[in-house]
T-cell receptor, first 114, second 114 residues
Framework: AQSVTQPDIHITVSEGASLELRCNYS??????LFWYVQSPGQGLQLLLK??????LVQGIKGFEAEFKRSQSSFNLRKPSVHWSDAAEYFC????????????FGTGTKLQVIP | EPEVTQTPSHQVTQMGQEVILRCVPI?????FYWYRQILGQKVEFLVS????????KSEIFDDQFSVERPDGSNFTLKIRSTKLEDSAMYFC????????????FGSGTRLTVV
């Protein structure tokens, strides 16, 4: 069964600092991988996704993620964080077969300090 | 960009009452899903629906839950007799076809059972 681990429950960074959110997945084949962002009380917004090809994926709002098969990781990065990036971030893995349900990690809550 | 629309955005219901959450998937999509997020927890898969039948469901999706696509445009989740623990954000999602290229989430319905 597929699974996702986000080891950091809560991260605090200063505005303007770089950011890396960790994600490790477990899946028997090459997975579909996603990062979603959720502001309090809001829905899920897709930041970026990986299906195949270039392992460095660019997303919206200046985010990028790198798929590393050898490490089963899909870490999210941003070179300079803005106060508006404060939110909860979810990594997710999608099955490539069957009816392709998505399994989410437990999320990382990002706090941005001035 | 096409959206998945969910109504209402927030619903309050009394314990034991039936509730129907409504979703309008993207018009040419073929696969439909419901996910649930209890406050402060991760997003969990409930059910997938394809070709007018349930294709996969989780252990959460017990006999109190049902889904329906009554008219070719709406996709509903019914909870027959709500419990306090059903309070959560419910997300609808839809997908075009094989591959997760068109996997889109709605903005969610927050269900509060009192």
């Amino acid at each position: 069964a597929q699974s996702v681990t986000q080891p950091d429950i809560h991260i605090t960074v200063s505005e303007g600092a770089s950011l890396e959110l960790r994600c490790n997945y477990s899946y028997g084949a090459t997975p579909y991988l996603f990062w979603y962002v959720q502001s309090p009380g809001q829905g899920l917004q897709l930041l970026l996704k990986y299906f195949s090809g270039d392992t460095l994926v660019q997303g919206i709002k200046g985010f990028e993620a790198e798929f590393k098969r050898s490490q089963s990781s899909f870490n999210l990065r941003k070179p300079s964080v803005h106060w508006s990036d404060a939110a909860e971030y979810f990594c997710a893995v999608g099955a490539t077969g069957g009816y392709q349900k998505v399994t989410f990690g437990t999320g990382t809550k990002l706090q941005v300090i001035p | 960009e096409p959206e998945v629309t969910q109504t209402p955005s927030h619903q309050v219901t009394q314990m034991g009452q039936e509730v129907i959450l409504r979703c309008v998937p993207i018009s040419n999509h073929l696969y439909f899903y419901w996910y649930r997020q209890i406050l402060g927890q991760k997003v969990e898969f409930l059910v997938s629906f394809y070709n007018n039948e349930i294709s996969e469901k989780s252990e959460i999706f017990d006999d109190q839950f049902s889904v329906e696509r009554p008219d070719g445009s709406n996709f509903t989740l019914k909870i027959r007799s709500t419990k306090l623990e059903d309070s959560a954000m419910y997300f609808c999602a839809s997908r075009l076809r094989e591959g997760n290229y068109g996997y889109t989430f709605g903005s969610g319905t927050r269900l509060t059972v009192v």
